[in-house]
Every structure is written in structure tokens, then in C-alpha cells.
């Protein structure tokens, strides 16, 4: 299996600019976590789809942010304007939620910077 | 509501002594508990986890992990410690009777070996 896919693994915008990071889980997994890493905060869960719906976004920091899953096989995390405290790693995590355990496998990671 | 504490926030060892990362937890019912490790400018990688059954479980690299119920703790264990073990690790939880999808993360620790 290729595992998750992240794509791109690193970006470098300015503020202001549209940022749209990607998504593919592994295959057979059905449900999907965006996550974001920082120094300060550590790893903090944004948005999470099961069965490609959004059940809790409760983590999305503001409307700057919003994320979509339009098929089981891919997914968006999009940031409009984008801002530099905005810096950070995002992760994409997918998982079966129709095993016992729920384990989740992370993605590289986009290291995003916003100048 | 669930959740992870890592008391360490750094956990330093020379290589070949035993190393031990500690994690405790609160759920309400039962708890599904995980370790994942994080090399440098890696995703999360899963290491091991609780379910049921025996106490002790052993993961990936040589680690493993006791779940003590009385103790609400489940610590990360390996008998000899490896340079290549330095990296940043979390321990995660997910309460059983919950019909949420999602886990919970500790802080995380980070762990040096030193040759």
C-alpha cells in the first residue's frame, strides 16, 4: 500500500494567497483527519470525514479555512487569504472505522510557510 | 470526554539504558490507547496499541507499551535504547463506548539518546 498522500509536501506563499494543500488516503480507509503541528500549539486535530461527510470541524480555526472531501479517495484543506500565523505542518490521517481500534495513519505532511 | 497526558516534555537516556516514556489517560468507559513515533520532518508513525487481552503489548522497534488500569497509564517501554530512537513520541486514546471517530493526542515527548 503507498499509504497517505500529501501533496505538496512543502509550500511557500505569500499572505493574502489562496493555499489549497491535498489529500489521498489509503484505499479501502474511511474516514480522514486534517491535522496541524506547531511549536507552539503542538498537533491539533482540524477537521475530520466519515464516509466523505465532515462529522466534526469544530478545530477549524476561522472561516479562512475550510476543507471538502468529494469522493472517498481524495481530499482538500484550503486557506483563503492565507495568513503567516497560518505557518505550520499539515497532516492528512486516514483510518477504517469499521475496525475495532481505529488506528490512524498519518500522511508525510505539507510544511506550509506564509510570508 | 477523552484525553492523554505526557508529564515529560523531554526524556533524556544514554544508549543501552532502559527507556520509558510515560502516558496516563481519562475516558469514562474503556479506553483504546496508541503510541506513534515522529522523526524529524516525518508524519506520525504508528508504533503499537491496546485493545483487550494481555496488559502488555509489544509494537514496532522493539518497543512496548503496559496498560495498568488502576493507574489510568499506559507506558512506552524498551529494554535498550538505540540512538536511533531519538525522535518525538505520543500517546493517544480513544473511549470505547464513544461514537466518535477521533483520538485523542498527548502532548507529546521528545526523546534524545545519547551514544
Known amino acids: 500500500d503507498a499509504g497517505v498522500i500529501q501533496s505538496p509536501r512543502h509550500e511557500v506563499t505569500e499572505m493574502g494567497q489562496e493555499v489549497t494543500l491535498r489529500c489521498k488516503p489509503i484505499?479501502?480507509?474511511?474516514?480522514l483527519f486534517w491535522y496541524r503541528q506547531t511549536m507552539m500549539r503542538g498537533l491539533e486535530l482540524l477537521i475530520y470525514?466519515?464516509?466523505?461527510?465532515?462529522?466534526?470541524d469544530s478545530g477549524m480555526p476561522e472561516d479562512r479555512f475550510s476543507a471538502k472531501m468529494p469522493n472517498a479517495s481524495f481530499s482538500t484543506l484550503k486557506i483563503q487569504p492565507s495568513e503567516p500565523r497560518d505557518s505550520a505542518v499539515y497532516f492528512c490521517?486516514?483510518?477504517?472505522?469499521?475496525?475495532?481500534?481505529?488506528?490512524?495513519?498519518f500522511g508525510p505532511g505539507t510544511r506550509l510557510t506564509v510570508t | 470526554a477523552q484525553s492523554v497526558a505526557q508529564p515529560e516534555d523531554q526524556v533524556n537516556v544514554a544508549e543501552g539504558n532502559p527507556l520509558t516514556v510515560k502516558c496516563t489517560y481519562s475516558v469514562s468507559g474503556n479506553p483504546y490507547l496508541f503510541w506513534y513515533v515522529q522523526y524529524p520532518n516525518r508524519g506520525l508513525q504508528f508504533l503499537l496499541k491496546y485493545i483487550t487481552g494481555d496488559n502488555l503489548v509489544k509494537g514496532s522497534y522493539g518497543f512496548e507499551a503496559e496498560f495498568n488500569k488502576s493507574q489510568t497509564s499506559f507506558h512506552l517501554k524498551k529494554p535498550s535504547a538505540l540512538v536511533s530512537d531519538s525522535a518525538l513520541y505520543f500517546c493517544?486514546?480513544?473511549?470505547?463506548?464513544?461514537?466518535?471517530?477521533?483520538?485523542?493526542f498527548g502532548a507529546g515527548t521528545t526523546v534524545t539518546v545519547r551514544a
Open positions: 470525514f466519515n464516509n466523505n461527510v465532515p462529522i466534526d
Open positions: 493517544a486514546v480513544r473511549d470505547i463506548p464513544s461514537t466518535d471517530y477521533k483520538l485523542s
Open positions: 490521517a486516514s483510518s477504517f472505522s469499521g475496525s475495532s481500534s481505529y488506528e490512524q495513519y
Open positions: 484505499s479501502g480507509h474511511n474516514s
